[in-house]
């Protein structure tokens, strides 16, 4: 394409501007070949359809495979995972290496630390890539500021590399290291296998205990080679190495140990102290609940004992010990609707066995029957399986309640409402008291995968579960903890900061036809006052099942933080003077009332008071002026548990640096600008402006200071007007600072927005050809607009935004005409054009009638406008656009044009010629002077909201991406909010990046971040 030639002359001004089985039947070759062959969505597709075909032809049927607890096949398996958006933990990609998708990364910014909304800390424990779920935590009772968690990580659960991880805290859950358990060299590997169901204990010397089982998946086998393993840790979980395995099973169609969990004696006084107990649940050969223990630490096991007896669908079995050596097992036990407790007791160390278990309570059975998979679902969450499995512990403390038992299950009442249904035995087991419901969630909708841990100090129960309460379409979740201290009355916390959504195909792991795992169990301990809730969630609040990790909560009997800390530093406080003001907690993290505690006061670092309840006010002298200081404020209680501090930092006297002047106007003058502003009244640091001096004025195209409005003809945070003489007839690119002085030390604010201004009195009619000087007003352009005399609907020349070719992809150029005054005598804007402009491109028309601060879309238009814009401008027929300025009508607008490009296509460009004021009649219907559209928030994460005159006739927007695919997006409500109409739109689904949404008038881009 030849150059567009140029005039020799311009007036022109520019400025650059947990996987448990991993079916593999066939082999990996043909898999990553087919797949990395296929080129089409359809290819994809149909090959996904064999493949599962041939799956079931290999005898992997999935009603069978239900009743195993398979926790994950490949994403890339899953029924329409072509049709999935390419946003990261929604697609995964295919390893040549092993087939495995590998997991896209989480965001690299994910909070470590977050708090419930009372101030409880909630801290990240497994901040890594991949998914994390299913967790279990304990601590070391001579050592209670060490704990030890696990978790199905699916880092350590394919390509060979099977490991569980534990994760260790020494600080009383502040921090968090993580380590692998050996590898186990029993388990054939090569043709897929799983490592799942994580359990820890501790026994009295310090040695830490990691259950887990492992199967090998081969062939077209339901199992192979699996058991029931267990890892020792002599140094506190920081190393890990391998014990005899609990169970065994050898070769190809041999049963299947499933869901183990462990306990451990460590009661001082019991004659069974320090023996080891697993359970689990077999399936095939003789199936049922099992146990074993080991008196040597693991090194031998006893033959496993049958425990379940009677019909229906036993699973889920845990295992603790009472106060004098007492083994009780609880499992579930399903059957036509209803879940049963059962509990089986032993009195010597699980060497006998009660005749029969103990029904501890019964209620309906958690969530829906999925005919197809053969389980419980939620299907109102992507169908995950749940179940109503209980949860057991009982009371070591020395208060009355010692030796009762405790246990939980999620389940529905006799109206089929949803709760968590607590009940208890105060004789060992033998009778339980009436079930009550403990949780508070009104809807009655969705609750599951309770645990329950019972304080040997304290004897405070505390149970943790997941609740839909704040969501009455039943797809968010919450992480609650109920707390009770006599098994009668419960208080309620809110632990998640936020609610999150399993309301998505992404959310969930695809395990087959009906069945998809999110998680089976969660994990709590307690001691001392002190409580840790283990639980899995998003790291964000609409992340996806690739973005699960493990947090633990530390909740105690501590006080809550003191709440509203202020600081004062600046006059009329002398100087060198610092005051804080808060008010004194009320409640500790319990949701108890406080009786007595004081307040520390520490500056950085230092101990610098104690203060009793009810001072409320510090105040500290002496300190030099312009030092920087952080003051962290802890309510102690007698008992010596302290809340998290409340923090605050600032600098002595107030921070120098201003806020910059906002609200910056530049109105063209006869003697030049006229500027207005608003004049900062505040610091960086939110401290009244008190030592300002100046507002400086800069021009933005080479830095220079132009002039300067001092003290007293300005006041802080108050209007202000600077009339600039600077040579007329030309634009400006301009932008303020403010300066304040304190002593010898001075500080400029950062710029104000840049704002363009045109030096001069405004035109008061408009003829522009653009074939010399005297024709040409002045013009300001951010890109490469200029003239050109490659074609002219009045020649020699014209205005083309480039004059050297085609215009460039991704690009938003624009150039803005001399401010004119629209008069009654001639309120058409018309001029003639060629515009050789993509669709997906748009070339726009728009003109300000407030200097530039909004724009008003009067014409947007591509190659489409006129027949006679075709191939080539020399091929093309200039086309007259008459648009209708009535509504401006004495104003003094700005007239721009604009062409915004796309990523892929371009051509000729804009040609644009006799730009007037004039009488001809406008095209179409007039076009009302709205204010532009304005988007909330920007950038938008969950929810966009786009604000627009209610008067305005709305034509609906479109969402397009920046190649110009139109893309859907959900319209969630419509709000009439004074004379605004307010559209909300549902985004959570878009992946990050920039979008416009756009009507045949207006256009305006979205950003999109996650």
């Known amino acids: 394409m030849p150059s567009k030639p140029t005039p020799s002359w311009s007036t022109t001004a520019s400025r650059a501007s947990c996987t448990k089985l991993t079916a593999t039947p066939i082999s990996r070759p043909s898999i990553s070949a087919s797949l990395r062959s296929c080129s089409t969505p359809s290819v994809l597709s149909g090959m ?88 279990w935590i304990t601590l070391h009772h001579r050592n209670p500021q060490l704990l030890l968690a696990g978790a199905n990580d699916s880092r350590y659960n394919y390509g060979g590399n099977y490991r569980m991880v534990s994760y260790r805290s020494t600080d009383g859950g502040r921090t968090w290291s993580a380590a692998l358990t050996p590898r186990n060299e029993l388990i054939p590997t090569a043709g897929g296998a799983a490592i799942a169901d994580p359990g820890l204990a501790f026994d009295n010397a310090g040695n830490a205990y990691y ?18 393993f267990l890892a020792i840790s002599t140094d ?87 106060p004098n050596g007492e083994v009780y097992v609880a499992w579930r036990q399903e059957l036509a609707g209803m879940t049963s407790a059962m509990l089986q007791i032993s009195l010597n160390g699980g060497q006998t066995w009660r005749p029969a278990p ?18 419980q679902v939620l299907a109102d969450k992507q169908n995950i399986r749940v179940s109503s499995y209980p949860a057991i512990a009982v009371d070591h403390s020395n208060t009355p309640r010692r030796g009762w038992i405790y246990l939980v299950q999620s389940g529905k009442d006799v109206q089929g409402r949803s709760g968590i249904f607590f009940t208890y035995s105060t004789n060992g087991g033998l009778t339980w008291a009436p079930s009550q419901r403990i949780d508070n969630n009104t809807l009655h909708n969705d609750l599951f995968f309770p645990a329950i841990a019972v304080d040997p100090v304290t004897g405070i129960i505390a149970v943790l579960y997941y609740s839909s309460q704040h969501d009455p379409d039943n797809r968010g979740v919450d992480a609650y903890l109920a707390i009770s201290r006599d098994a009668q009355t419960w208080r309620h916390i809110r632990l998640t900061p936020w609610t999150f959504y399993i309301d998505g195909p992404e959310d969930v792991s695809y395990q087959g036809p009906g069945n998809y795992y999110w998680g089976d169990y969660t994990g709590i301990t307690a001691y001392g006052g002190r409580i840790y809730p283990c639980f899995w969630m998003p790291n964000a609040p609409r992340g996806s099942y690739s973005t699960l990790d493990v947090y633990v909560a530390l909740v105690s009997t501590a006080p809550q933080p003191p709440q509203a800390l202020t600081v004062e530093s600046t006059p009329p406080l002398p100087s060198g003077t610092v005051r804080l003001r808060w008010r004194d907690p009320e409640l500790n993290l319990l949701g108890e009332p406080l009786e007595e505690f004081s307040i520390r006061i520490f500056r950085d670092g230092q101990l610098r008071a104690t203060v009793p309840k009810g001072t409320q006010e510090f105040t500290e002298s002496g300190l030099p002026d312009g030092a920087t200081f952080t003051y962290e404020l802890v309510a102690v209680t007698p008992e010596g548990m302290e809340s998290e501090p409340a923090r605050i930092s600032g600098i002595v006297g107030g921070a120098l640096e201003p806020l910059p002047p906002s609200a910056l106007v530049a109105r ?70 403010a300066l304040s002085e304190r002593g010898n030390r001075r500080a400029l604010s950062q710029s104000s927005d840049t704002v363009l201004a045109y030096a001069g009195a405004p035109l ?3 003829l522009a050809t653009f074939d010399d000087s005297a024709s040409t007003p002045a013009f300001y352009t951010n890109g490469t607009w200029g003239l050109t005399s490659r074609a002219a609907a009045s020649p020699p020349n014209s205005l083309t935004d480039s004059p050297d070719g085609f215009y460039p992809n991704r690009s938003n150029t624009w150039v803005v005409l001399a401010p004119v005054v629209v008069s009654a005598a001639a309120p058409t804007l018309s001029y003639e054009h060629i515009a050789l402009v993509e669709p997906g491109d748009t070339a726009v028309t728009e003109v300000s009638r407030d200097f530039g601060q909004s724009w008003v879309i009067v014409q947007a238009v591509d190659i489409r406008r006129s027949a006679g814009f075709r191939d080539s401008v020399e091929n093309s027929s200039w086309f007259s656009e008459h648009r209708d300025l009535r509504a401006f009508i004495g104003d003094t607008i700005y007239i721009r044009f604009r062409l915004r490009s796309n990523l892929v296509r371009n051509n000729d460009g804009w040609y644009i010629d006799n730009v007037r004021l004039d009488t001809a009649e406008p095209d179409a219907v007039p076009l009302a002077a709205t204010p532009r559209w304005r988007l909330l928030p920007q950038p938008a994460t969950e929810r966009l909201l786009l604000e627009l005159p209610a008067e305005a006739a709305l034509e609906p927007p479109q969402l397009f991406s920046v190649l110009g695919e139109r893309l859907e997006i959900a319209l969630l409500g419509l709000e009439q909010r004074g004379e605004l109409r307010v559209l909300i739109y549902d985004v959570s689904r878009l992946p990050s990046g920039l979008y416009l949404l756009r009507n045949r008038t207006v256009a305006i881009p979205v950003l999109i971040v996650r």
């Open 358 to 375: 103990v029904i501890a309570q019964t209620v309906g059975t958690t969530g829906t029957y999925n005919s197809t998979s053969g389980r």
């Open 764 to 766: 008061q009619q408009l």
């Open 668 to 737: 063209p003058h006869e003697q030049g600008i006229l500027l207005s502003w608003q004049t900062p009244a505040f610091h960086v640091d939110s401290t009244p402006l008190y030592d300002l001096a100046a507002v400086y004025v800069y021009n933005a195209d080479n830095g220079a200071l132009l002039d300067s409005l001092r003290i007293p003809a300005l006041q802080a945070g108050t209007p202000a007007q600077l009339l600039l003489r600077v040579p007329i007839g030309r634009f400006y690119q301009l932008y303020l600072r």
């Open 211 to 228: 259950g887990h089982i492992m199967a090998q998946v081969s062939g077209s086998q339901l199992g192979g080679t699996n058991g029931v």
């Open 236 to 322: 506190g979980g920081a190393t890990w190495s391998e014990l005899s395995p609990v169970t065994y099973n050898a070769g190809q169609n041999v049963p299947f140990d499933d869901k183990c969990l462990i306990a451990v004696d460590t009661v001082s006084s019991s004659p069974y102290r320090g023996t080891i107990y697993v359970v689990w649940r077999r399936f095939g050969g003789v199936p049922g609940i099992y146990i074993a223990r080991s008196t040597d630490g693991g090194n031998s096991w006893s033959v496993p004992t049958l425990l379940s007896s009677g019909g229906g669908d036993v699973q889920a079995p845990m295992v603790t010990v009472g």
């Open 48 to 135: 996904l359809r064999r493949f599962i075909g041939l799956l079931s032809s290999c005898g992997l049927v999935w009603s069978a495979l239900a009743q195993y607890d398979a926790r994950q096949l490949p994403l890339f398996l899953q029924a329409g995972f072509e049709k999935q958006p390419p946003a990261w933990g929604r697609i995964r990609w295919v390893n040549p290496a092993d087939y495995r998708p590998e997991e896209l990364s989480k965001p690299s910014d994910a909070a470590r630390l977050l708090y419930s909304p009372t101030g409880i800390p909630l801290v990240n424990i497994a901040p890594y890539s991949m998914d994390q779920s299913e967790t």
